[in-house]
């Protein structure tokens, strides 16, 4: 008997309302499809609208009564996230956010309001949405984290990188924020009393359109590595199940099950000690608050 939870669990979701960040490709697009083949109405909030309208035709190929939409959405400039949340929230309820965009190891970048591009897409962005949108979700908030969390330390002693920029402790950190919020998000609308619960997942190491910055002697051996990696769309198990998942409770963190959780199919996954720590969340809470100007009210 199988363990384990694949897009094959996922159940019909009609009625349904999801939103997902990042959408266009990868683990954000393989997710769309999914569920848009299952009956959900499906937001893809990204940052291209032709990007957005080829992913859209190539769920429809596959689903031809797939309901989707699109919503622009630039995690790398604030005050964009601004008119995107608000355009949400004037819109229908939303039974799932799907934290899902993210940059992985750029060159050094720096958003609209000059913070580094990692943490300020894969952190401050997504803080920022999801703090204006909390309230108009009414099941679940899913962030999608990584096992790069692992080695990650808070620092917010060189934000926009002028000192410094090594592009692995910069994603790992964003990565480490990305669980503390989660984590954090959790806590408080508990303590709200809301019914709405965060729950984090990460994909493993998945073949993406992410892998565009690794190191050239690195993307040529990629090709020989694909067998023991998950593909995108098996990426997309630990948030089809985060998102959709029967058992899954507030505060779950969820990502594959083989080896060092690199692949598989998607169960309980392992956080660090760091990851889990309160009193890092919520200074992570407050600092992100001063930073993107956007209190959740939470």
């Known amino acids: 008997m199988r363990s384990g939870f694949t897009a094959d669990d996922v159940a019909q979701q009609e009625g349904r309302r999801f939103l997902i960040t990042g959408a266009n490709a990868g683990l954000g697009f393989e997710t769309a499809r999914v569920l848009a083949a299952r009956g959900a109405h499906v937001v893809l909030a990204c940052r291209d609208a032709g990007r957005a309208e080829t ?48 940059v992985m190891i750029p060159p050094r970048t720096l958003t609209r ?41 808070m620092d917010y002693s060189d934000l926009d990188a002028s ?7 910069r994603y790992q950190m964003s990565k480490l924020a990305n669980l503390l919020f989660m984590y954090e998000l959790d806590r408080r609308l508990s303590a709200a009393g809301r019914a709405t619960q965060a729950i984090g997942c990460h994909p493993g190491v998945a073949m993406t359109e992410l892998t565009r910055h690794l190191p050239l002697p690195l993307r040529y051996m990629t090709p020989l590595a694909t067998p023991f990696f998950n593909s995108a769309a098996q990426g997309a198990w630990p948030t089809l199940q985060a998102a959709t998942g029967a058992h899954v409770q507030g505060g779950d963190y969820l990502g594959p099950q083989g080896l060092g959780e690199i692949s ?5 996954a392992r956080a660090t000690r760091d990851a889990r720590d309160p009193k ?13 100007g956007v209190d959740p009210g939470i």
């Open 264 to 268: 598989g199919r998607s169960g309980p």
């Open 113 to 153: 309001q000059g913070y580094e591009l990692q943490f300020g897409v894969n952190h401050l962005g997504t803080f920022a949405f999801t703090g204006l949108v909390h309230g108009h979700v009414d099941d679940r908030i899913v962030v999608t984290a990584s096992i790069a969390h692992r080695s990650g330390a």
């Open 280 to 292: 890092l969340a919520r200074d992570l809470w407050h600092r992100s608050i001063d930073l993107t």
């Open 55 to 102: 992913a859209m035709d190539r769920i429809r190929d596959e689903a031809p009564a797939a309901e989707l939409s699109f919503q622009p959405l630039d995690l790398a400039d604030l005050d964009q996230v601004r008119e995107a949340a608000a355009a949400v929230v004037a819109g229908p309820r939303i039974d799932v956010l799907i934290n899902n965009a993210g």
């Open 163 to 169: 000192r410094s920029y090594h592009h692995w402790p």
